[in-house]
């Protein structure tokens, strides 16, 4: 059995004060046992937030990291090594908005996902498709094709300490949510292309569904086969609602 991750993607949000009042809310909430969750703040939050967490069972994580796993000169830059030692355990790898609004292509993404590992981290690989992808029938093509270039560059064993999330890029952010029915046939299609490497990798991956995921729709689509949790953005920002996103997921 896959144990559920919910993870909560902060975007670039908050002020020191309202970071401090979502983590405080955060800490109250009940959270399942049998649940992972992690909790994605700015680069600049994360040590405030990893304080306010010391003892609630709520992981850190980066948004992202450098392409570089050595320190060394490469300004403006966060690299894997300095978020470990901050205290992440996680960073997110392809998130569509640096993809599409910072450029990001596959060889940086695959290149970021060695640097995390490289530095101690847990990478959460984002794949999804835009809506004229979608429309023209080249959902499988892209996200698989997405996935492909780590393997590639990487081997499929590097899935042992690593998540994949699907995030349909029209879903995020947007209230249109993918039906469980449609992200179950992409998350089914990338257990497939693992399988199709090693099985024994397939079988323990956690796959997150991301994208307008909110308290009212997370059980049914945690309830389908291959969805091992969520990716959550704006609802992530409320605690109680995350809170209930959590336990819909140890449901
Ligand atoms: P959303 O964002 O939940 O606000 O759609 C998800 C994400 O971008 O990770």
Redesign the pocket.
Known sequence: MRRPLVAG?W?MNGTRSSVAELTQGLVRQVLPESVDIAVFPSFIHVDLVRSALAGARVSVGAQDCAQESEAGALTGEVSSGQLYELGCEWVLVG???RRLIVGEDDGVVSRKFAAALAGGLKPVL?LGETLEQRRSGKTLDVVLGQLCRVIEDHGVSVFNNAVI?Y?PVW????GLTATPEEAQEVHAAIRRCLANEDAAVAEITRLLY????KAENAAELFAMADIDGG?????SLKADEFGAICRAAGN
Request: negative net charge.
């Open positions: 993607n975007k998130h569509s908005e984002c999330a995030e879903a995020i952010g947007s991301g994208g307008s995921v990716l959550v953005g704006g609802a």
